[in-house]
């Protein structure tokens, strides 16, 4: 059994709390609100890089250049902007407007609470699933 398997067994075995605080560990940031699935996927194949050496840049330069190509708009997706602390973002909605402070941290202040995602925010307003940065107009 190689590490990378041994790795990926034990994040397989994970509780969602342990995955989460694993994922924080290895990128230095909060975790996004994505399905623990999600989080132990990157994990793996973080653990898997890791075990044969991680990717070559050729190859590297490859995805980003295929992944700016998908654009077909000429942005970069590797490079979008994240947005500053302390910007805020209104949106008018059912004839009320909505005010999200964002934090220093990359999470959100809206209606007194703190909130990890403006997609969340976005239905929170709506009551429907909408894609968080579309709703608030600052991307995709």
Known sequence: MTAATGDVAAIAAMSNSALKQAWEQVH???APAITPGLLARDLA???QLAASGGMDRRLERRLRDLADQQAGDGVSYTARPRLAGGSQLLREWG???HRVIVEPDGRFL?????????SAIARAITGTRWSGPRFF???A
């Open 137 to 139: 107009g600052t991307g």
């Open 95 to 97: 004839g009320q407007t």
């Open 28 to 30: 230095d940031r909060p």
């Open 45 to 47: 194949h973080r653990a």
């Open 110 to 118: 809206y209606a007194g609470k703190h909130w990890r995602s403006l």
